[in-house]
């Protein structure tokens, strides 16, 4: 048990590079999952590590490199080869700041006390960030011949611009804790509830949206809760 968060920390990293390696063999609905998956082992190794009494400053780090290249590099790569390609300048600037915003959103966390992050986090996660361009590319891939149009390669560009933004502000979002806080007793009802509603879209083949809408959702309502718990 000591190390087990550590293990799942490498496996998130395991899965970053799979994705990675997919997106370099063209197989870019596994390329996504890849991320998705980082996205499931990064909540699960913090909640192991406390509930064990394993957190250490190794882990810390460990896990802020690993969600660099998990959050920052393979949805960045996926993205940029999927999309377009061939060599867009455009591109590969705007993408070039989402990594310098991901990597700059990692760093600043591991320097913000944590007594000032009881219940959330500053700027968007880039768990989330990472989740969301991914769950972007399995819609597209689920609506064949949209991927490569100019509309769809230009929303792109403004999905990255905004959640580059977004991490590097000082907008608050719900961490693990604080969500438990908003849901309490009915937290287990939640889980099921997304379980099945994931369930049902991958049976319905349309697990991309449901995916990107889960992540939406967080992404819109998370500071709107924080502000309304103040408030209370």
Request: positive net charge; proline residues 2%.
């Amino acid at each position: 048990m000591k190390y087990l968060a550590n293990i799942l920390t490498i496996f998130s990293l395991a899965c970053a590079f799979a994705s990675l390696i997919f997106s370099l063999e063209e197989h870019y609905t596994f390329a996504a999952w890849g991320i998705i998956l980082s996205v499931i082992t990064d909540g699960l190794d913090g909640q192991i590590a406390k509930r064990t009494r394993t957190t250490s400053d190794f882990g810390k780090e460990l896990d802020s490199l690993v969600d660099a290249i998990a959050f920052g590099i393979a949805p960045s790569v996926l993205g940029y080869i999927f999309i377009y390609r061939d060599f867009y300048i455009s591109a590969v600037l705007v993408l070039f700041l989402y990594l310098v915003c991901s990597v700059m959103r990692l760093a600043r966390y591991n320097l913000t006390p944590k007594g000032k992050m009881v219940n959330y986090f500053y700027g968007l996660p880039t768990t989330v960030s990472g989740g969301v361009l991914a769950s972007f590319i399995l819609i597209c891939r689920r609506m064949q011949g949209i991927a490569f149009s100019r509309s769809v390669q230009v929303l792109f560009i403004t999905v990255v611009l905004v959640l580059a933004f977004l991490m590097v502000s000082r907008t608050r979002y719900l961490n693990i804790d604080g969500i438990k806080q908003v849901f309490g007793k009915r937290l287990r009802l939640a889980s099921v509830s997304v379980i099945i509603l994931l369930t049902l879209s991958a049976f319905l083949r349309k697990i991309g949206i449901a995916t990107f809408m889960l992540f939406g959702v967080y992404l819109v309502f998370s500071p709107l809760i924080i502000k309304k718990l103040e408030s209370e």
